[in-house]
Nanobody, 121 residues
């Protein structure tokens, strides 16, 4: 089985920074795209950023220039550095990864349990 475990959420003031981590563990042959989504209260889950296996990245317009996604393939871990956080950054942040468990398998999508980020003064 595969597990994604997020960490690093918490309470931060507007303009502050947080760094989220998400480590994948279990039966893993290869990890393709990894990403971070967020779901604010009363809203749908939305993509914040993703990073492909080779390191290419893509960001939602709302976080571009303030968030940085990165990955450590040796540790099966993806990070999200969040700077200049705004009130509207308050949400549960979820990690997502497309993972192949063996060379025969197709990649399947896995989700973490989510970590709460609250931006408040």
């Amino acid at each position: 089985q595969v597990q994604l475990v997020e960490s690093g959420g918490g309470l931060v003031q507007p303009g502050g920074s947080l760094r989220l981590s998400c480590a994948a563990s279990g039966s893993i042959y290869r990890i393709h795209t990894m990403g971070w989504y967020r779901q604010a209260p009363g809203k749908q889950r939305e993509l914040a950023a993703f990073i492909i296996e080779g390191g290419g990245t893509n960001y939602a317009d709302s976080v571009k220039g303030r968030f940085t996604i990165s990955r450590d393939n040796a540790k099966n871990t993806v990070y999200l550095q969040m700077d200049s956080l705004k009130f509207e950054g308050t949400a549960v942040y979820y990690c997502n990864a497309d993972i192949q468990q063996t060379w025969r398998d197709r990649a399947a999508g896995y989700w973490g349990q989510g970590t709460q980020v609250t931006v408040s003064s």
